[in-house]
């Protein structure tokens, strides 16, 4: 059989997979499955390909990561110690970046649906909101006069690999319409904010530039109108997240030096005819930086036929990764003791929880597979653990950084005494 072909950091070591130069099979035995597997170097390559690519064409960049993809403290400090700023949507991830040395100056806020404790959080603690309702700025502007103000435009074009994940457009509950963004600019400056910056977010797993394009070109007019009608000038310019890596053998990968040539270059010379000044460009990847920089592993419990079709009962559910189950996501799927072997069955390769929709995988041929068999499931790294649930009273996977070729568990797996950690039983103190 032909070998298969791996992208780094998965190595094909005599039928055996390794990650990022150790032993799956190893990491197993050692920590037990469902095991969450990540690589410090792969996410730190991830960055610096994006970064390095997108200074190719624009001095003045920075790039937040959207902490929502995977909120692992190693994770967060790895992104802090390359310069990374963070994107948070939640008082929990802003509590996790402060705690992980993001100062407030790196931190910006692009939640929805926000309640005024939060925004009280958000001014006393002085970081940036992308203000996503004119209601929200009004209520923001309630308990302090921020130093700079943002605003989330919905730039009407959407893109993303699932309905669920399209964040602009017209469906879309996110962000202010052309109209309403220069009315919210307004308001800010008569509040005497002196500072500005400007927003969008189309959506998630986007592998095509031209998305990227329309809705650049919409928001710099915006930004432009803004400019002139308003008299405002922008410190930042913020065109979002949702960069996508290839799931499906088939998926072809973002070209970064096309998204860059075609996208920042846009940005810069719109920038510079529009008399926009040198906004920083502002980009929010999650999922690119640590979609493949982490495997799932489970173990095979039972391997089942039916007249109709063959189970390979796993022990990760849609309880450890919910992508499948959710958006219908494919996850390439490695049973990683057989690598040499050649795929001959067709099986679904389902979980231990109690309702049908919880498979990893339909009809995927797979080697001829055996209880005990160990099976990676591949790009877990985004949207895995940070979805990841108690549900059917199941403790939460483990996670184990590989650093400098050694292992380290980064958060341990938890334990039955967790699922009641929190619960107080009536009649008892
Ligand atoms: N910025 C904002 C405001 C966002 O809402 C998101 C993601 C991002 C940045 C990062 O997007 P990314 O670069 O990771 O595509 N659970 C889904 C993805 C939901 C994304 C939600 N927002 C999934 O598993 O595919």
């Not at 940005?267 to 502002?282: I, M, Q, T």
């Not at 690598?339 to 929709?357: F, H, M």
Request: some cysteine.
């Amino acid at each position: 059989m032909a070998k298969r072909k791996l992208r780094e950091p998965l190595e094909d070591r005599k039928g055996n997979l390794y990650f990022d130069g150790i032993s799956v099979k190893a990491l197993a035995e050692k920590y037990d499955t469902p095991l969450y597997v990540l690589s410090e170097k792969r996410i730190r390559d991830n960055y610096n390909r994006l970064h390095t690519a997108l200074l190719n064409n624009y001095k003045y960049v920075r790039i937040y990561y959207a902490a929502k993809a995977n909120t692992n403290l190693t994770v967060l400090k790895i992104l802090e110690s390359e310069g990374a700023y963070l994107d948070t949507v939640s008082p929990g991830e802003v509590f996790m970046g402060l705690s992980c040395g993001f100062t407030p100056d790196r931190l910006m806020f692009t939640g929805t649906s926000v309640r005024n404790d939060e925004l009280k959080m958000l001014a006393d603690a002085n970081i940036t909101v992308n203000v996503d309702s004119i209601s929200e700025l009004e209520r923001l502007l309630k308990f302090a006069v921020p130093p700079i103000v943002s605003v989330r435009v919905n730039p009407e074009v959407g893109a993303g690999h699932h309905s669920h994940c399209i964040t602009a457009g017209p469906e879309s509950k996110f962000g202010l319409w052309e109209d309403e963004t220069i009315q919210a600019f307004a308001i800010a400056q008569r509040a005497r904010v002196e500072r500005f910056g400007i927003h969008m977010h189309i959506g998630s797993g986007i592998l095509e530039v031209e998305p990227y394009v329309l809705a650049v070109e919409k928001l710099l007019k915006i930004a432009k109108r803004v400019h002139d009608e308003v008299g405002i000038s922008f410190e930042f310019i913020d065109i979002g997240g949702g960069i996508g890596v290839p799931y499906q053998p088939e998926d072809q990968e973002l070209d970064l030096a096309e998204f860059s040539s075609k996208v920042v270059t846009l940005f810069k010379n719109k920038v510079k005819d529009y008399g926009l000044g040198k906004p920083f460009l502002c980009v929010e990847p999650g999922r690119f930086l640590v979609c493949d920089a982490s495997i799932l592993l489970t173990t095979v419990n039972t391997v089942k036929t039916t007249p109709s079709r063959k189970f390979i009962g796993v022990d990760a559910g849609f309880n450890t990764l919910a992508r499948p189950m959710m958006y219908g996501s494919y996850h390439p799927i490695l049973v990683a003791n057989k690598l040499d072997k050649a795929d001959k069955e067709t099986c679904d390769v389902v979980g231990p929880i109690c309702e049908s929709g919880d498979a990893l995988a339909k009809e995927r041929k797979l080697p001829k597979i055996e209880e005990g068999d160990l099976l990676a499931i591949l790009n877990a790294g985004a949207y895995g653990f940070s979805m990841s649930s108690q549900y059917n009273s199941r403790p939460r996977a483990a996670e184990v950084m590989i650093r400098q070729g050694k292992d380290v568990l980064v958060r341990k797996r938890e334990e039955l005494g967790d699922l009641m950690a929190s619960q107080r039983m009536l009649g008892e103190q």
